[in-house]
């Protein structure tokens, strides 16, 4: 069954500090997987895409498929990226998303 | 353009009752989702709409639930008897076409109560 799993609920980093966000998928297929944050009283939003291989508010993301991974990284923490983030995979028609990852910044 | 609207935000039932949650796409978007989110859980897809068609309700429960999307109006995700295992958080997205962007635009989310 297609699955995506964050394992962590919580990661406190400090500010200035490197973030991993971890996500790991199953697919039976070629996967298309994405990132989507949710900031404090705002809506849920696309972050990034594997496939646009694009660098956002600092944040990247490489899809190993080797690992069926796709973690998102930044080198410095920043406060404003304290958030809600979600890993997610597209099966079909649907978005399958992960339980999500609540990141917060130390000061 | 004024995004994925969502009403009630709050709504509160009584078990037995029935819930109506209306969700009104972003403009020129004529694809609908609806996901729910339990507490300490992450979105469940529930079901995808089309204009007039459901294309995939394999996240929707057998019994109670539905939804439609007629061709004038919201979409509208119906609970018939609510129990209390139905109280979460009812998000909807919209996009223009097939999500093969993997972008979804997110309303802001009914949360259901049930007492």
């Known amino acids: 069954a297609q699955r995506v799993t964050q394992p962590e609920k919580l990661l406190s980093v400090f500010k200035g500090a490197p973030v991993e966000l971890k996500c790991n998928y199953s697919?039976?297929?070629?996967?298309?997987l994405f990132w989507y944050v949710q900031y404090s009283r705002q809506r849920l939003q696309l972050l990034l895409r594997?496939?646009s291989r694009e660098s956002i508010k600092g944040f990247t993301a490489d899809l190993n498929k080797g690992e069926t991974s796709f973690h998102l990284k930044k080198p410095f923490a920043q406060e404003e990226d304290s958030a809600m983030y979600y890993c997610?995979?597209?099966?079909?028609?649907?978005?399958?998303f992960g339980k999500g990852t609540r990141l917060h910044i130390l000061p | 353009n004024a995004g994925v609207m969502q009403n009630p935000r709050h709504l509160v039932r009584r078990r037995g009752q029935e819930a109506r949650l209306r969700c009104s796409p972003m403009?020129?978007?004529?694809?609908v989702y609806w996901y729910r989110q339990l507490p300490e859980e992450g979105l469940k897809f529930m079901v995808y709409?089309?204009?007039?068609?459901?294309?995939?309700e394999s996240g929707m429960p057998k019994e109670r639930f539905s939804a439609e999307f007629p061709k004038e109006g919201p979409s509208i995700l119906r609970i018939q008897q609510v129990v209390r295992g139905d109280s979460a958080a009812y998000f909807c997205?919209?996009?223009?076409?097939?999500?093969?962007?993997?972008?979804?635009?997110f309303g802001e989310g009914s949360r259901l109560t049930v007492l």
């Open positions: 997610a995979l597209r099966k079909d028609d649907k978005i399958i």
């Open positions: 403009k020129g978007h004529s694809h």
């Open positions: 594997h496939i």
């Open positions: 697919y039976s297929g070629s996967p298309e």
């Open positions: 997205a919209s996009s223009y076409r097939e999500p093969d962007t993997g972008e979804l635009f």
């Open positions: 709409l089309q204009k007039e068609n459901i294309i995939d």
